[in-house]
């Protein structure tokens, strides 16, 4: 009679310097973000008339935002690396949904000028709620278009910055 043993592991791996911080892609992708903000608000053409707030105001309140909270995670990730203990069953990334926001950011970004804000974002909140598993189309592309075209009133008429129309720019 032959027994055979497998050798079994149940040491953990060792611990490196690097190990647990793949978080910080997070906050490096929002420093990057906000770096974009901030030169983009540097490059903007603003009128001499232009008054409190002014078009730069909103962007530079989200880029200071975004390098507190890039700061803000950056300090938390290295104080408390994401670690796996043994057993513990760690999440997957779902490359599927990641493509629909990714894409439909994408798309928003190139074809912004020639479809319009109002087309443009129903498209970019469509193929996120379809990211993120919504199963209702029509409902989405209705809600979509609603809140679109609601931030494009509340841009155009209540804050006097007017955003691209596009396509329904002649109607």
């Known amino acids: 009679m032959t027994t055979t043993s497998t050798p079994t592991d149940t040491t953990p791996p060792a611990p490196s310097a690097t190990r647990g911080h793949g978080a910080l ?8 973000v906000s770096t974009l ?3 983009g608000v540097l490059r903007m053409e603003v009128p001499a008339e232009a008054t409190f707030p002014g078009p730069r105001f909103f962007p530079t309140l989200l880029a200071v935002a975004g390098y507190l909270l890039t700061a803000l995670l950056t300090v938390h990730y290295l104080r408390h690396p994401d670690r796996a203990t043994a057993g513990e069953h760690r999440t997957h990334s779902d490359w599927g949904a990641f493509a629909w926001v990714a894409g439909g950011f994408l798309v928003f970004a190139v074809l912004l000028d020639l479809l319009g804000w109002i087309l443009g974002a129903a498209l970019l909140f469509w193929c996120v709620a379809r990211g993120f598993g919504s199963t209702r189309p029509g409902f989405d592309t209705t809600v979509a278009l609603v809140v679109s075209s609601g931030i494009y009133l509340v841009f155009g008429t209540g804050l006097g910055l007017p955003l691209p129309s596009g396509l329904l720019g002649g109607l």
């Open 25 to 32: 892609l997070v906050p490096a992708i929002l420093g990057v």
């Open 37 to 39: 903000v901030v030169i």
